[in-house]
C-alpha cells in the first residue's frame, strides 16, 4: 500500500423515480399545473361515461318480472321445530327426543323406531 490519498475511480449512480403513468399524469394537479404553464390540455368525453347504462338496460327486466313475482318461496313447517334441529337428526348429531321423533314420523308417514 502506498502512503497516497485513497481516489475512487466510478462514477456516481443518480436513482431517480419512473415516470409517471398516464394516470398520474391525468390527475387534477398535474392539469392545474398544466394549465397556469400554458400548456395545452385536451379533453376527451367517452360516449358512455358516468352512466351505467349496460347493467341498468337489463336489469330492469329482471327486476320488474322480480317484483311481479309473487309466489312464496318457504318451506312448509310440519312439525313447527327450528330447521337446526332437523339438521342435527338429519346428520346423527341429535341427542333423540321422543316428542320429535313422533312429530317427524307423523310428518314423514314412516316409522322411525321400533315396534310400535
Known amino acids: 500500500m502506498s ?12 436513482i431517480r423515480k419512473k415516470a409517471p403513468t398516464s394516470a398520474a399524469r391525468k390527475d387534477e394537479k398535474a392539469v392545474n399545473a398544466a ?23 337489463s336489469t330492469s327486466l329482471n327486476t320488474r318480472k322480480l317484483d311481479e313475482e309473487t309466489e312464496n318461496l318457504s318451506h ?12 342435527e337428526y338429519e346428520s346423527g348429531k341429535a341427542i333423540p327426543n321422543q316428542q320429535i321423533i313422533t312429530k317427524l314420523e307423523r310428518a314423514l308417514g314412516v316409522k322411525l323406531r321400533g315396534k310400535k
Open 3 to 14: 502512503g497516497g490519498p485513497i481516489a475512487q475511480d466510478w462514477e456516481p449512480v443518480v
Open 35 to 57: 394549465r397556469r404553464a400554458g400548456a395545452e390540455i385536451e379533453t376527451v368525453r367517452k360516449a358512455t361515461a358516468g352512466s351505467n347504462k349496460a347493467a341498468s338496460s
Open 76 to 87: 312448509e313447517k310440519l312439525i313447527n321445530e327450528k330447521p337446526q334441529i332437523i339438521q
